[in-house]
Structure formats: C-alpha cells, structure tokens
C-alpha cells in the first residue's frame, strides 16, 4: 500500500482541488511548479541553510528519561518546541516564501486563528522583505492580542475579519477572496497540510524534515534509523505529517494521531474531526468534516487552539480510514494533566496542542523495550494565561 498523494491528488478517496473558477488558474500554476522548484539544487540550498541557521535545525531528539521511567517505553522528544518562533510551523512558512519568489511573487497573504502561523507568515515576510497581509477575525484579534502585537512590529498588516463568527473559517474565506483579486503578485501561504491539492503535499515535504532528521538521530542514538511508533498531535495535520512522512510506507512503524476531544467526542464541545467527521468539502479539499446532517459545519471546540479546526488534512482522513494510523481523543482535561506532568518530569513546558500527544501514555500502554518517538510541536509560552487559570483552580499553583 502506498499512502502518498497519487498523480491526481488524493490520498485514497481524499483531497482534491475543489475550488471556484476564478482560483483555477493560480492553483494550477502552483500545482504545475511546486515539485520542480523544491527539487532545484539551488532552492534545496537555500531551505537547508535557513533550516539551520535560522530556524535552529536539527531541533534535538531528547531521550526523555523520567517520562520513559513512569511510562515503561523508550520515549524520545523531537524537539520542535526548540525552533525560531516556537513550534513547526516556521518550517513550511520557510518554504512557501522562497517558493513564493521564486516564483515571482512579491505580496503574501496569510488566514490566522490563533495566531502562530500569522506569526511564522509576519516573520518570513520580514526575513525576505515581502509584502504581508494576515487575515485574522475580530474574535481571535481580542483573545490573541499577544499575537496581533508580534505580527504588526514584524510589519504585517493585519485585517480584522467581521463576518459569521469573526474566526478561523472566516478569516480563509476572507484570504480566498483576496486570493481571487490579486492573482498575478500574490502568494496564499496555508499553514497546515490542508486546502487544495498541491497543499497538502507541498506542506507535507516541508515538514517532513522532521522525519528525516528523525532516521538520523535514531540511527546515532538506537543504532537503527526506524522507531516503533510515533506520536503526534493533529489539529489540520502538519506536524503529524512532517513526522510520518518517511515512514508513511514503512509498516514497521506503528503511527500514532492525538486529536483534540474537547470536553469529549461524545459531546458538542469536540474537535474530534476523525471520530467525528463525515466525508465532505471544506477549504477545497475532499476529506472528514465535522458538518450537521445538511451539511453545514459544525463550529469546533478544543482548549487549544491550534487544534480546533473542523476538517483534517485529507493524507490523515486516508491514513485513519485504511487503518495505517491509530487516532485517539484527548479531552481538554487530559492534555492540561499531560502538560504539568512534562513539566514536572522534564522542566519542559509543552503548548497545548503538543499536549494532547503526550496524553497519548494515559490511555495506551507500550512495552518496556518499545521505540518511541513524540513529536513536540511547540512551547507552552503562548498558553501560560490558561495553564494558570486551569491548575489555578485545581488548587495546585
Ligand atoms: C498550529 C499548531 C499545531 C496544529 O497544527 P498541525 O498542522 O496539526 O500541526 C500543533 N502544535 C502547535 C504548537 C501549533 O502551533
């Protein structure tokens, strides 16, 4: 079984490009120049060095020992909380902006929810001297005002969007019809391996210097360059993807999806997409949907907001309808229990989102001599107000 993208763009019965007319021809330009351009020895050059002198690469792979001792498995950080800008997500935006000019763009467009792609977009931009505009709702604006600040000193231009909930969903369609109107200078960076076909597997490749790293550091660390499972958080799936990405094949390795349960699957407050989901269209791609019986989406819930997103990136829609990966839900009250347990064991503070894979050990045992490799995402800066409030009121700080 080949869990790539096939020559047509879907993996399996998912993804696609399923998108207005008037986008056709950006989307197809981009589809056309994608493989050529990340294939040129001259643009490989300038990712690997920027990986490395910018971003900080190789982020570590930490043998996380206290954590191993209570759970009974060998259990290995990759450490993305350790980049520039805090999480994996500035390794796409990387991407994309040399991609963008070299393909002659000179303005970028971005969609924000909780603000760290805004932030990776805002800081690339200003990196490469690019024109950034972030389309961000009103909603997100007020609770993410950290965020917003960062984006603006790095020059962005950032647009309140005031339509349906002033949220994520808004802010894409906002960034779509920008997209429409401006062509010919414009590039649309997508921060995760959702939306149309290229998309998904144009982010995919990005982040999967995280898997290609990992064979590396196996390899020096274990003597063999395969683990045998890996773990990752999935909010639309660009961290899990750029783990998976050189083991997707490799059956010897057992793949392992956290998504966010919410308040829990079984109820309205969820962002379990994969449990929940049924087969449907958003942002241009064929995948799971969290949608209502006539097909309108359902607004997600998740304490952490990089994971509340009603679809799934359609490489994980196939991986967890063909069986390859195993998903599980994490409620909100497990992943903020999984967090101060990091902490406590490892002086690391995870995000919230990297939190829901590390409560991954709470509901599945592995054995003593088992490889394990978890995907840090990000750092725990950004969620500090929440971890307060939520361990405030448990009495323990
Ligand atoms: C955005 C974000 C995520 C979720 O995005 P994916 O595309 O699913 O990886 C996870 N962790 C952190 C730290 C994030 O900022």
Redo the contacts with the bound molecule.
Sequence with gaps: MDYNINNDGYYGDFGGAYIPEILHANVEKLRESYLGIMNEPAFRAQFDALMRDYVGRPSPLYLAKRLSGKYGARIYLKR??LNHT????INNTIGQILLARRMGKTRIIAETG?G??GVASATVCALTGMRCIVYMGQTDIARQQLNVQKMRMLGADVRPVASGNKTLKDATNEAIRDWCCNPADTHYII????GPHPYPDM?ARF?SVISEEIQKQLQAHEGRDYPDYLV???????????TFYHYLNDERVKLVAAEAAGLGVDTEETAATIKRGKKGIIHGSHTLVMQTEDGQIIEPYSV?A??D?PGI?PLHANLASKKRAEVLAVTDDEALAAALELTRLEGIIP????AHALGVFGQKKFKKDDVVVLTL???GD?DMETYVKHYGEMGIL
């Design positions: 993305e909380d805090g999480a994996h997500k909780a760290q792609h921060g995760s391996v959702v982010v982040q990752a958080c999935v909010g639309g799936g660009s961290n899990a993807a750029g952490s990089g994971l997103y990136g995000a919230l989102e990297s995402s990000g750092r950004k």
